[in-house]
């Protein structure tokens, strides 16, 4: 029998992207993110402002980007204050279940839920004990990130971060942001790049990003929720 060479013993390793999209809808940006996308056949995920759910523009956004195929998630009413630095009795209701009942009838299924970071630091000011307790309760799914590029920051260099990222791991759960002045201009140039450095597209989370899955605890929380007195 003759020997195989050594290209037909080797895998090439598949590399995974997850992207999500965080601020939005906005009626000027979110639009050509979803053509962009769907001129790539990619499906992503977006965190959505309650704030941005109170005109009929955002509602039709969320219900397009539902009927495109993305999941679409609740990222607090105001994005204000990081629940595990907000004092107030109500935060919880004023930023998640205020920003529920704008989105549930849109979006029935599954909740899902990504905290302020507070420019995408992990720790925390992420969340509270009522907030823990509200997501356990209404069976959310919380959803962290492992990369943040910073394309509100630098609009035009973000894509060389992003690609430099998703090298560094098997799975990226990328945080970009539908908003002027951010992902929008280097998108199109960053999903082709990474399409031809063998990236695989995916709405799944890497375990490691989702402590809380259907209202269940499944890893650590201590790092992420606040103490309070």
Known sequence: MARRGPHLQQRVPVSLLTLSFDNGPDPRVTPRVLDVLASHAITAQFFVLGKNLVTEEGRRLVSRARDEGHLVGN??????????????????????????????????????????????????????????????????????????????????????????????????????????????????????????????????????CVPIVDGRIVSDLSGLVAARG
């Open 75 to 208: 990222h607090s009413y105001t994005h204000a204050i990081p629940l595990g630095e907000d004092v107030r009795p109500d935060a919880v209701e004023a930023e998640i279940a205020a920003t529920d009942a704008l989105l549930a009838p849109l979006v029935p299924g599954p909740k899902w839920f990504r905290p302020f970071g507070g420019g995408g630091k992990l720790g925390p000011h992420l969340l509270s004990p009522p907030a823990v307790e509200h997501l356990l309760r209404h069976q959310y799914s919380c959803v962290l990130w492992n990369s943040v590029p910073g394309d509100w920051l630098d609009p035009k260099g973000w894509p060389e971060k992003a690609l430099a990222d998703c090298a560094s791991r098997a799975h990226t759960l990328m945080v970009l942001h539908d908003i002027p002045d951010a992902c929008l201009e280097g998108l199109d140039g960053f999903l082709h790049e990474a399409k031809a450095r063998g990236m695989r597209f995916t709405t799944a989370c890497p375990p490691d």
